[in-house]
């Protein structure tokens, strides 16, 4: 099973205020044990949303917000891409994350082909898809 563990925004994050040498370290350190324990599929962090826009859909019509957005608690500053067993192993890795200053994590599960009916998931859905993955996986420079 694949979860995103969400990091919330905070007013520092969107500030800019970037992380302490130590915090970067200790930060590291965490995310060399989620590769080491072989878990680890993708992490980032995210910029300020003032360096962002948000697009919203109406029928046919597209309106494009610049940042930066006024309400923090709905923003994210990262993430961590991870494949575990259960829910319950994602939120003990949660659990480690170095944080200890009133920050917030959101674990939600990754949809699978396989959550999907087959009157989704059609045989020609699921070859496109996989078309899709494995192009991606070729363009993966690392």
């Known amino acids: 099973m694949r979860f995103m563990m969400l990091v919330k925004a905070t007013e520092d994050s969107e500030a800019g205020v970037l992380p302490t040498a130590e915090q970067f370290s200790t930060m590291g350190a965490y995310n060399e044990e989620l590769a080491k324990a072989g878990v680890l599929l993708g992490l980032d962090g995210l910029q300020a949303s003032s360096k962002g ?9 597209r309106t494009v917000t610049d940042g930066p957005f006024a309400e923090t608690k709905e923003l994210l500053a ?4 991870i494949q575990v067993k259960s829910k319950e192993e994602a939120v003990e890795w949660a659990k480690r994350i170095p944080f200890d200053a009133g920050e917030e994590v959101e674990i939600r599960q990754v949809f699978d082909p396989s959550d999907f009916p087959a009157e989704v998931l059609t045989p020609d859905a699921a070859a496109r898809e996989q078309t899709v993955r494995e192009g991606l996986e070729a363009a993966d420079p690392r």
């Open 53 to 61: 826009a948000r697009v919203r859909f109406d029928g046919g019509k």
């Open 78 to 81: 990262g993430y961590w891409l």
